[in-house]
């Protein structure tokens, strides 16, 4: 059975390591159980070592000393303290914990970690800078701001730490593992869904694999700006779903009113194209969708003949392909639908989006 090594820091979380760990065991994981010395004072070593059929190491062995555990074919870092994200994500190894971690990274072996700071903590730039360098290695990193307890808390809001959805992750990363003389990891492609999350890809990976990077924003017309900046969010200006001809010039590719000239379908089309326009727009300003905190709201106006009904479903087409760069959890945004007796040029559909920005650029 494939070597899952657990590793633990000093977060509360690590309490509850001992259920966890039996069900990973029923997953069809073997499991060892790896501390940092902080995160000995939190986790109940004799009980897991009891579990595990292992010993909980937490120091670095004497070079005459043997291995007492097999190698890991993957890793979880449970929970993943701030500490330990930052000292990582720079390539220090004064744990034990944290030289197995970046040897797995060199040898490519599948990493899942749940980090556990406090909120205030979760919002420190370096911590951002850190979850962002792990991802880029190829980390999979579980990390929501609203899960996080605040500072000071005692347990409350530490119910919510994932366990449910590591465990997920870690059911779905045993079956890319295939049985060789080692066990090899087949990565899910990049932008892949894993138990309903893109995983590992950041906005603008995903526009390449949606063969979205080079979309030039419309020429604006009017006396405005593609978006503005303003306590923490980026307003972006209302645009249309056109296309640029070969001249480079603005044109609407699909014309006509919903429930008189257009399909539902078609309308789709048209709000897919506005979302397109959309992030061409905040990425002219912003330079990267990458420092996009989250998809806030999507405001949709839908050219609709009387009795229409059905501007939900256009607009889908815009909501799918924010979700599509963003992921389900940073691209899942409110919505308002606005039917509209008329729009200029026959346009099918008009909308405008509000972003939240990273902690990190908001003050750049
Ligand atoms: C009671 C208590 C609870 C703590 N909980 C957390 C936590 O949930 N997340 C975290 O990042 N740090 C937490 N810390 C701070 C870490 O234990 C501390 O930064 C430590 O140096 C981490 O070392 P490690 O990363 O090597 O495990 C806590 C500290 C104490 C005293």
Request: with cysteine.
């Amino acid at each position: 059975m494939p070597v899952l090594y657990v590793i633990a820091c000093g977060g509360r979380p690590a309490a509850d390591l001992p259920a966890f760990v039996e069900g990973l065991r029923s997953d069809g994981w073997t499991v060892c159980a790896v501390s940092t010395p902080s995160g000995l004072k939190f986790l109940d070593a004799a009980r897991l070592a009891e579990i595990t059929g292992h010993p909980v190491r937490s120091d670095y062995k004497r070079p005459e000393e043997p291995d007492v555990l097999p190698p890991a074919d993957a890793m979880a870092v449970v929970p993943a303290t701030f500490n330990t994200v930052n000292k990582w994500a720079h390539g220090t190894s004064d744990t034990l914990a944290l030289g197995l971690l970046n040897e797995a990274v060199g040898l490519g072996l599948p990493i899942v970690a749940a980090p556990w700071p406090n909120a205030a903590l979760a919002r420190h730039p370096v911590f951002a800078r850190s979850v962002a360098e792990l991802r880029a290695w190829g980390v999979t990193v579980l990390l929501d701001p609203s899960w996080l307890p605040a500072p000071g808390s005692e347990g409350g809001a530490e119910r919510a730490f994932p366990w449910t959805r590591l465990r997920d992750v870690l059911a779905d990363t045993l079956t890319r593992l295939e049985p060789s003389s080692a066990w090899r990891f087949r990565a899910p492609a990049r932008g892949a869904k894993i138990v309903g999350m893109t995983i590992n890809e950041s906005p603008e990976q995903a526009l390449v694999r949606l063969g979205l990077d080079g979309v030039k924003p419309p020429d604006p017309v009017g006396r405005f700006v593609y978006g503005v900046p303003a306590g923490g969010f980026f307003f972006v200006s209302g645009t249309y779903g056109t296309r640029k001809d070969a001249d480079g010039r603005d044109h609407l590719p699909i014309t006509g009113k919903l429930g008189r000239d257009l399909t539902v379908e078609e309308g789709r089309a048209s709000a897919r194209l506005v979302a397109i326009n959309l992030l061409a727009m905040a990425r002219a300003e912003l330079g990267s969708l990458d420092r996009v905190a989250r998809v806030v709201r999507l405001a949709g106006y839908v050219n609709s003949a009387p009795g229409f009904a059905e501007a939900p479903a256009v607009l889908n087409g815009a909501s799918d392909l924010l979700i599509d760069v963003f992921g389900e959890e940073l691209g899942t945004h409110a919505r308002i639908a606005l039917y509209q007796p008329d729009l200029p040029g026959e346009a099918p559909v008009a909308a405008e989006l509000t972003l939240l920005l990273r902690d990190d650029v908001q003050s750049d």
